[in-house]
């Protein structure tokens, strides 16, 4: 459980580093036109995209720490996980809606 935590949560920073150069990884960026990408605020979305993702990253590795210290059961640290990279996902999701550039 403690590798598995610690892998998951160090390739979640290594993409929020990834992010932040190429802004092209976002889902649905690199399928813009030109057009389109011209009224996305790339630099603060891809800067708000890299501070979740560091931050999911060092929550499942802190979780993952603190669950094999007090024994947690397997399955219920597979819950805990997928619960943090789900609701950090989803508040990604709702903040990102705020980087359009105004007219």
Known sequence: MLFSSLLMGVILIICGFLVKKYPNLIA???TLSEDDKEKVDIENLSSMMKRALITI???II???LIMSLIKVKEHYGL???SSIVILGVIIMIISAKKFKKKP
């Open 57 to 59: 990253g060092a929550l």
């Open 62 to 64: 802190v979780m993952g």
């Open 28 to 30: 649905g960026y690199n």
């Open 79 to 81: 819950l805990i996980t």
